[in-house]
């Protein structure tokens, strides 16, 4: 990665005046270029994911029938009725298949110009269902992960700032949850819970919140003391409020720093999940579920390996590269 | 025989199964052809063994070891048909209620021991002693008059009954004599898991629990001798890695998913080394419908949510027409069988004009029926891990909701299942069923038997169909039977408790190095006689070429 | 010293009986017990009501649930975890047969992470900023992001199946009691190779990425700059002062890579048809086979606990600005 000079000019310290933290710290996070192009994957993963029921639908996104003009994709109408209705104009969406249609003559078929990713053990098309599956998985590795952040710094802050009996019992119940081995915990959540993305969600999210907690406590241990506390209390602020106001925004950059991490282990734990057979339920697609499907066909249906596979790949590593250099950029001691 | 809903723990409903296409017997021309004496079977066990006593049997799994171990005091033949095992002939009353067996004076126990009327009755005395938890035999056995049943002499001995069931004979096949000597010393349950005394043509080699159990041929057995030397049983529980296994010749035998045998079976690179089989078992696949649960207590309803299994399409494009679409309770290949039943057809517009009949229409225009404001959403339970079970299900969420039912999927590990089935609380759930030779369903559909006294899991009662269950089982004259069962057959499928799906047939490979199988009709490959213990394996030098690049 | 180790053992004793206490209320909440278990096995066949009374009363299934633990707390203590409900064996026995292979697994795997790992790390410290170690930095980034389950599909697609290089799965070949010595040797080698190479590929980039951060960080200290003042040479230096200073870090992250270790297990364990705990752990849960369980839970939480106080003691130990009882 080849340095830019204002970059240069900007790391010794000469910054211009007026110019905020965080666009500083895009800058300074922008300076690498890998890490660019992980961002902005991940942003279109989440677009992709956002408008998936537009992306890849069999119902048209606009059309022309007897009474004007209506959107099918927009009003929800199941696909079986616009199949059927009658019209006579229709713009369709870019992958002009659902993905639960199920169409047995054409099952486990290789990529083709029809199926650009193949089709599925029930002819389901391979590349809707990946649509579709993005927005699964992202949403189990974010929603899974705003739990875990705001469980463990919410426990994370309480024993921090307190100390205590309340550290005393935060960092014990830290120690039992780090030591549970965690695939049994989900297993449990998800036998316990009705099978639902939520459980998923739920599950991933009450296993995984320790090292934010220990990560939020250790810096209230840090900065409680230090003189903006110290001033807030002085000036009368109840706990609630120094903690969220004054606190917690000091501890929020390692935090944010390791959710990154976070949404890439969640997103890996998904997928693993649905592979043993115990993620998202049927029929919606995740990654992990649809290279599950490839299990049995493995030897043959390359394209149920590859394809899921690469987007797991991908999609973690691009969690996993930005938050590195999240990292980076907000590590004040490196360069 | 017990044999086993396994499904219901793994999820086995899958591989289905074929109908009888004999496809090659063993006359294979290479070599002289005649079977040989030696060489090591691998064969693949899908789980572990867990136990070695065979009256403790729990598994299929543990009944394939057990058939090498010890002889059943009758065999089934290739037609299910009794022949002698330990017992060289029997005699029953004509009342069904006394079964006269003699003994084989050459029988032999693998520790020199003779195989005596004592030993029978040693076994048949564990077998209904409910401490023994004989959880798969004990019930063929449920009638057994204790006070009655004795040793004649050393070698005869008389089983009694309190009441004749007609299948009674077929039961004492899993009647595997152990020598009292042994078998009554030290725990019954927990000694005789890792070791094993027996009349049968191997003896235990090696155990290692979760990897193999290794089989030796009695040099000393005392009636005709099998071919194999060493038996390995190999724990692979994983369907690709066994497919995978077989190709690079580590192990001999497996069953097959149904698309890899399709794909594979003319493979010109595999036709060297592995053979391709299929046939139809006594297994099928149904949903079982809660009939405490008020929507599926109507037959109507029952019958239209059946209309709307695409069944000629699963069958067609799913299975290849390696399946069979079921009509009622019994299977194609079973005389119970009644050919004038209908298979129900895929009728979506049927379906919802028979939903209309019974009261359920869309009246608020969302798609789903409704009556009396409450629509018909349905929760199908299948096993966690069963392919085919979420094949099925996704399939059947698409047509119910163009029916107007809305279908939710629950994905359910085994053990939670069978919790809610015992339970009651269910809604619907895909199982399916591994059946013994007799056709008495009795356990299955009698509205005495619901869990945990039976298997009538959906709670079904009929009066005619209970008296039906009733007759069928102690009448003696095979020619009434019939007929008994026939109308059994129209008033289950007129009923629907069950919504059958289809009868898949198993589809098996088979290293091409193992010679001499063939399958009987109704138990596939193996456990009839002689099954696996007629196989032997084509001399060395061919087996050079067994591992493809 | 001793105080403070003192005390770290009795919250570890603490700890452990909260896990055990939550894995009993845990697998005792989730539907099914040893009891639907038998039902299902019976299939069609009708278990006796006797049968099943006996099952419950064996188990003690009646009983308030404290009992039940206290009961298992009593045997326990005594190193007696019942029979198992699936096979009837003794636990301690079914575990003591699969732990050396999890721990054989796991530990070639940790050694070669560990090995390979910290050296790239230390070297990755030395050379950052270079363009050698952005491309090595990222590459172990991509080696951390890939699923393991993909990873050992897609070795044994390639070694197994289509080059025929390698065993598919299992520990030793159906003839390996036939084998020879040496060969016996070789044949567990080579069947250790796949599920070794998917276990180390994502600690190995765990451990490397670790490292360079600890090192890095000592390589700023103040008294590594004075070192380098008073003029010792780079290799000097980093092996003097920086890897010691650098090795606390690293073993807290050791202890707390143990559970990481055991989860990981059960799907390496599941393709690879490896006999270890991983795998039995996954099965007994879905057996409700509530001995081994517990049992299970007893040994994976003495593991690590045992695992993060040697850490924290050792880190206590190695750095005197640990204030005793300041940290976790």
């Not at chain 2, 069931?165 to 899993?174: H, K, M, S």
């Not at chain 3, 939480?301 to 976790?328: N, Q």
Request: proline letters at 6%.
């Amino acid at each position: 990665m080849s340095r830019v000079a204002p970059d240069a000019i900007l790391l010794n310290g000469n910054e211009p005046a007026g110019e905020s933290y965080a666009r500083v710290s895009w800058r300074r996070f922008g300076r690498n270029r890998l890490s660019l192009v992980a961002v902005w994957y991940i942003v279109a993963m989440a677009a992709i994911a956002l408008f998936a029921p537009f992306l890849a639908t069999s119902a048209p996104l606009l059309e022309k029938g007897e009474d004007g003009w209506r959107s099918p994709a927009l009003t929800g109408r199941s696909d079986l009725d616009a199949t059927q209705r009658v019209r006579s104009f229709a713009i369709h969406a870019p992958v002009p298949v659902s993905p639960t249609v199920i169409d047995l003559s054409v099952r486990l078929s290789p990529p083709s110009w029809k199926h650009p990713l193949g089709t599925d053990d029930l002819g389901r098309d391979v590349l809707s269902r990946m649509i579709h599956g993005a927005r699964i998985s992202l949403a189990v590795g974010l929603l899974a992960t705003l739990i875990a952040l705001v469980a463990g710094s919410i426990l994370g802050a309480i024993a921090g700032y307190y100390g205590g009996a309340a550290d005393w019992i935060v960092s014990r119940l830290i120690e039992v949850v780090l030591c549970f081995p965690f695939l049994f915990l989900v297993l449990a959540i998800v036998a316990l819970f009705k099978p639902s993305i939520y459980t998923v969600m739920i599950a991933l999210g009450l296993t995984s919140w320790t090292s934010e907690a220990r990560l939020v406590r250790g810096e209230f241990l840090r900065i409680r003391e230090l003189e903006f506390a110290e001033a807030a209390r002085a000036s009368g602020a109840g706990d609630a409020r120094i903690i969220f106001r004054h606190l917690l925004p000091n501890a929020l950059a390692p935090v944010l720093v390791s959710a990154s991490f976070g949404v890439a282990t969640a997103i890996l734990t998904e997928s693993a999940l649905s592979f043993l057979g115990l993620g998202v339920p049927l029929p919606m697609a995740s990654w992990g579920s649809i290279l599950a499907s490839a299990r049995e066909h493995i030897d043959y249906a390359w394209w149920l390996v590859l394809f899921p596979g690469l987007a797991i790949f991908t999609t973690v590593a691009a969690f996993n590269l930005a938050g590195e250099r999240l990292r980076e950029t907000l590590d004040p001691r490196s360069s | 025989m017990s044999r086993r809903l396994v499904a219901l723990l793994l999820a086995l409903a899958c591989f289905g199964c074929g109908g009888r296409e004999p496809r090659i017997a063993s006359t294979r021309s290479s070599f002289d052809g005649s079977p040989q004496d030696g060489g090591t079977l691998v064969r693949r066990l899908e789980a572990d063994v867990s136990s070695l006593n065979p009256i403790l049997a729990s598994s299929r799994y543990d009944r394939y070891v057990a058939q090498y171990l010890f002889t059943p005091l009758i065999h089934l033949d290739r037609n299910l048909t009794p022949v002698p095992g330990l017992a060289k002939a029997w005699k029953v009353s004509d009342d069904g209620l006394l079964f006269r067996f003699e003994l084989d004076e050459r029988a032999t126990f693998s520790d020199g021991n003779p195989v005596r009327a004592a030993d029978v009755l040693f076994t048949l005395q564990k077998i209904v002693d409910p401490g023994s938890e004989a959880i798969q035999i004990a019930p063929g056995f449920e009638l057994l008059d204790q006070a009655r049943t004795r040793a004649i002499d050393d070698r005869t001995i008389e089983v009694a009954f309190r009441t004749a069931r007609a299948g009674q004979l077929t039961y004492f096949n899993n009647l595997l004599v152990l020598p009292a000597h042994v078998y009554s010393e030290g725990d019954f349950r927990d000694d005789f898991r890792v070791r094993a005394v027996g009349s049968g043509p191997y003896t235990l080699a090696k155990r290692t629990a979760g990897v193999e159990v290794v089989l030796e041929r009695r040099a000393d057995y005392w009636t005709d001798k099998p071919h194999i030397q060493t038996v390995v049983m190999r724990v692979v529980s994983d369907q690709n890695t066994a497919w995978n296994a077989l190709r690079t010749g580590e192990i001999d035998e497996t069953v097959l998913a149904p698309d890899l045998w399709l794909r594979e079976r003319n493979n010109p690179a595999l036709s060297e080394t592995i053979e391709f089989r299929r046939f139809y078992t006594r297994n099928y696949n149904y949903i079982a419908w809660n009939q405490r649960h008020p929507p599926l207590a109507d037959p109507r309803v029952r019958r239209a949510l059946a209309m709307c299994i695409p069944i000629e399409a699963i069958v067609r494009d799913l299975y290849h027409g390696t399946a069979r679409a079921m009509s009622g309770p019994f299977t194609p290949d079973e005389w119970a069988f009644n050919p004038s039943v209908p298979v129900i057809r895929h009728d979506l517009a049927g379906a919802a004009r028979l939903l209309a009949t019974a009261g359920w229409t869309d009246v608020d225009g969302d798609g789903i029926v409704e009556r009396d404001g409450q629509p018909l959403n349905l929760e199908l339970m299948i096993m966690s891990g069963s392919t085919t079970g979420r094949r099925f299900a996704e399939m059947l969420q698409g047509e119910m909701k163009q029916a107007g039912v809305a279908l939710e999927i629950s994905v359910v590990d085994g053990t939670a299942a069978i919790d809610r089935i015992v339970a009651g609380n269910y809604q619907a759930a895909y199982l399916s069923w591994d059946l013994d030779p007799d056709p008495d369903v009795f356990p299955l559909f009698h509205s005495t038997q619901t869990p945990p006294r039976g298997s009538n899991v959906v709670r079904y009662s009929n009066p005619e169909a209970d008296r039906l269950m009733e007759q069928g089982r102690s009448e003696m004259s095979q020619a009434k039977r019939k007929e008994i069962y026939w109308r059994l057959h129209e008033v289950l499928a007129a009923d629907q408790p069950y919504a059958w799906t289809a009868q898949v047939s198993l589809k098996w490979g088979i290293n091409k190095r193992v010679r001499g199988v063939a399958e009987s009709s109704g138990f596939g490959l193996f456990l009839w006689y002689p099954g696996e213990l007629a196989w032997w394996i084509a001399p060395a030098g061919r087996e050079l070429d067994r591992t493809s690049p | 010293m001793t105080v403070y180790v003192v005390r770290r053992l009795c919250y570890a004793v603490l700890t452990f009986f909260g896990i055990t206490v939550a894995t009993f209320a845990l697998i005792r909440s989730v539907p099914g017990d040893p009891v639907s278990f038998y039902i299902g096995r019976a299939g069609a066949q009708t278990v006796p009501a006797e049968t099943l009374a006996r099952i419950r009363a064996e188990y003690r299934l009646d009983e308030p649930l404290p009992a039940q633990y206290l009961h298992w707390l009593q045997s326990a203590a005594t190193l007696d975890f019942g029979r198992s409900i699936v096979d009837r064996r003794p636990v301690r026995e079914r575990i003591a047969e699969k732990l050396p292979n999890t721990f054989q697994l796991n530990f070639i795997a940790f050694l070669i992470a560990v090995l390979s790992g910290v050296p790239i790390g230390l070297w990755s410290a030395r050379r950052a900023g270079r363009a050698g170690e952005k491309v090595s930095s990222i590459a172990l980034f991509l080696l951390y992001s890939l699923p393991s389950f993909w990873v050992a599909l897609l070795l044994m697609q390639l070694f197994a199946v289509r080059w025929n290089l390698l065993p598919l799965l299992g520990m030793t070949s159906h003839d390996y009691s036939e084998m020879g010595g040496a060969a016996q040797f070789a044949d567990r080698l080579r069947h250790l190779v796949l599920p070794v190479v998917t276990l180390t590929y994502a600690q190995l980039a765990i451990f490397a990425r670790f490292s360079k951060s600890a090192f890095s960080e000592v390589i700023r200290q103040d008294y590594i700059t004075a070192a380098r003042a008073k003029g010792a040479g780079p290799g000097a230096l980093m092996w003097r002062h920086a890897f010691r200073n650098a090795l606390m870090p690293l073993i807290t992250l050791l202890g707390l890579t143990v559970p990481y270790l055991i989860s990981g297990s059960v799907i390496v364990e599941q393709m690879f048809q490896w006999d270890g705990i991983g795998l039995l752990y996954f099965d007994s849960i879905l057996a409700r086979d509530y001995p081994t369980v517990m049992a299970l839970t007893v040994v994976t939480a003495i593991v690590t606990l045992l695992a993060s106080v040697a850490a924290d003691v050792l880190y206590a130990l190695a750095d005197p600005r640990v204030r005793v009882g300041e940290r976790r």
